[in-house]
């Protein structure tokens, strides 16, 4: 939590960041479509390029003959028209002939079948000889472009994902064990519940990676080899960069993160909480389903602001949308095109939530292979009078408007807890539902009824500070360690208010669960314990009656031995009905509630409902507005930016109760105003 609002210029620019992924090296042989490009560059209003992203083999065609006349001319010309640029590390995709020459650099999957070349994203993150090629070729970028004026920032490879299993990657994950276990392979056994199926190791060399045709049901070394893949992920970014910190100490880093399947779940393969950490700026690359045919738009936005809520919270402060499309993608199941007006919508909610940029994959479409119909701001018909370039002048005209917005934050009071390492060891645990734990999903019902209120959340993760918070939601916290539990008993101790649900508290760092009964230190704070979790299928059904209402209970039910918390709710039917379902509890100058089980919407909304009243927890500025209408706001030191989005297919009426004035216009607004569908307001309030 921020409790100043002093602004944070992350990525070294005043102004916000328009533009996107460019792939000149494609069309070098074209130099009428680059010099066109930059005439379009400028009637789209955009200001910054992703460069040589996946470049390597036109920046070194051959092993040691380097290629950089292109992007200098490229880097100029842009400059010349007041671009900028984001200068990529190309190690996303290699040329052929390095794995050709070193075979090792190529990935071996988890059933130990060494991939051919092809694709990109697709290296060994330990192979020694593709570490050094990397630190090679990003030396030579730095020492080309350090200087250059038109270099805004570092972006390291692209989209960090994936595991290998080779003999090497084998070798430094015993390495990584030794170090953790303290070289004593006893105390390895001993977490990883070694007699189980006689899995005792009497060697290090026994030890291999989780594996479809081989081990797969030690949950401790499940959870330490996802550990060692995001260490290992991290290790090589940072081989990457020795040469960027040395030779350019001022220019910001980052890489792009993601986000996983339709549900715009956060990235699952590694711990971004650890990555984080490493990074000066977070960016990150948003593709939402809009209009899709399973969820309503508000739906989906509520997510959407969940994602960037966590993204920004990990370094709080501003990020970076690195990748949007103005049009479609080429990947979901159906490639729907952003209705008129989403696109400025769209890009205005990341704003909202504290991007400081606009940035698209991708600028012009490609004429052969895999993404010639991913949507682009310059289409195949090389024109700036098609319905999506206009979205996106019109997008990059608004950014101009938003330039006081750069570097401001978004305090919160609330925070949801997210937590990668728990989501894999209740992914990993074989129990409950198979495919009801939705870990991620269930965060994101916690955070919706906080949107609706228009109450800005962080989403944090166990090693941030919670002290500053009024409250605290940690749904579905399965994996939790001592010392987190002490920290959250202090943050109750101290005057919080702590939500958590069923599945909480279960085990410990090593997936080893608590023994005798929940934690202790738990059952202080709660008044209460967990003593069993019922798990219904899908057609069954339970209700919870809290405040005199009924609502319905799905998936979950947990069996409360009440001591000192209070009942708030109870169950209805089954052989726990008429026993607690919801408790509170007070606990020194704080208080915890209990959620028993997985409950409906409408419970969420009534239940937060009455904790925001208890806590007088505040909307920053309070518009008037109906439902699928969201209200996010950036604070300056002496303003406050509202952004009154309508995420309905309707016209909505918003009230304005002070005067504001309107960014794009400078009209002052005060009192009702329509929204028509998809329409997105900006502005502004003195304080
Ligand atoms: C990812 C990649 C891009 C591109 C887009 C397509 O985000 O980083 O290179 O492939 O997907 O949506
Ligand atoms: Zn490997």
Known sequence: MMSNLEKTYTTQANFMLHGGDYNPDQWLDRPDILSNDLELMKLSHSNTFSLSIFAWSTLEPEEGIYRFEWLDEIIDNIFRIGGRIILATPSGARPAWMSQKYPEVLRTNAARVKQLHGGRHNHCFTSGVYREKTQKINRLLAERYGNHPALLMWHISNEYGGECHCEQCQHAFRGWLKQKYNHDLKSLNDAWWGPFWSHTFNDWSQIESPSPNGESMVHGLNLDWKRFVTEQTISFYENEIVPLRELTPTIPITTNFMADTNDLIPFQALD???????????????????????????????????????????????????????????????????????????????????????????????????????????????SSENRVFKEVARVGKTLEKLVDIVGTNRPADVAILYDWESNWAINDAQGFGMETKRYPQTLQQHYRSFWEHDIPVDVITKDQDFSAYK?????????????TIARLKQFVADGGTLVMTYISGLVNEHDLTYLGGWHKDLQEIFGMKPIET???????????????????????????????????????????????????????????YYIGGRMEDSFHRDFYAEI?????????VSVGHGKGVSVQVRQAPEYDYIFVMNFTEEKQPVSFKSSVKDMFTSKEIIGEVILEKYEVLIVEKAK
Do not use: C
């Not at 409250?471 to 010392?483: C, K």
């Not at 169950?571 to 379902?581: I, Q, R, V």
């Open 471 to 483: 409250l605290l939601i940690v749904p579905m916290l399965y994996l939790v360690s001592e010392e």
């Open 272 to 382: 971004y909480s650890k990555f984080a950490k490493h990074l000066d700026v977070i960016s990150w690359d948003a593709y939402p389903a809009w209009h899709n045919d399973w969820e309503s738009t508000a739906d989906l936005a509520m997510k959407v602001g969940f994602i960037n809520d966590l993204y920004r919270s990990l370094k709080q402060q501003p990020f970076i949308l690195m990748e949007s499309t103005p049009s479609s993608v080429n990947w979901h199941q159906v490639n729907k095109a952003k209705r008129p007006g989403m696109h400025l919508l769209s890009s205005m909610q990341m704003v909202s939530h504290g991007s400081d940029s606009v940035m698209y994959f991708q600028w012009r479409k490609s004429r052969g292979s895999s993404e010639k119909f991913h949507g682009a701001v310059v289409d195949h018909d090389n």
């Open 534 to 592: 019922d798990t219904l299928y899908s057609s069954d059904k339970n209700y919870v009656k809290y405040r005199n209402q009924s609502y319905e209970l799905r998936d979950y039910a947990t069996v409360i031995d009440l001591n000192t918390a209070s009942t708030e709710g109870i169950y209805e039917d089954d052989f726990y009905a008429n026993t607690a379902a919801v408790t509170n509890h007070k606990y020194e100058k704080g208080q915890t």
């Open 612 to 620: 925001i009243k208890e806590l007088t927890l505040k909307t920053i």
